[in-house]
């Protein structure tokens, strides 16, 4: 629903988020693959596809499509670059490399056992030799 008056589909390689209807706030989005002023106005423009990586969309083109023209074998986008920053002002979220080494310093940190505080509870007593009989058990 953000329609800006200068951008329009006209050449290749622009993205651009689909839109169902008003305040449709969907996650898919497409390419184009050549002049479309059919969809002026109707979705809005955010990106484009830029240097030798148009010639890899491109080939998305060739696939093989079922009667609906969906992709019988869909493609995969694996990394994307942003060229330009417009909202330098915001902090990224951190590499998804950092956040695969947090999970095992916590496990780590974890491990070390607690005690527990029976007498915090009213029923303190019973859930203490509840407890001092599963441990005998399970040892």
Do not use: C, W
């Amino acid at each position: 629903d953000e329609f800006h008056s200068r951008l329009r589909f006209n050449r290749r390689g622009l993205v651009a988020m689909a839109n169902a209807g008003p305040h449709d706030n969907g996650s898919q989005f497409f390419f184009t693959l050549g002049r479309a002023d059919e969809l002026n106005n109707k979705h809005t423009i955010f990106g484009k596809v830029t240097g030798d990586t148009i010639y890899n969309m491109l080939r998305l083109a060739e696939v093989e499509v079922d009667k609906e023209e969906r992709p019988l074998s869909p493609h995969k986008i694996r990394s994307s670059e942003v060229l330009f920053n417009p909202f330098d002002d915001i902090i990224p979220r951190a590499n998804r490399k950092l956040k695969k080494d947090k999970p095992e310093e916590e496990a780590k940190k974890s491990k070390s056992k607690g005690t527990k505080n029976f007498n915090l509870l009213s029923f303190g007593e019973e859930a203490e030799e509840e407890e001092e009989v599963v441990n005998r058990v399970s040892q």
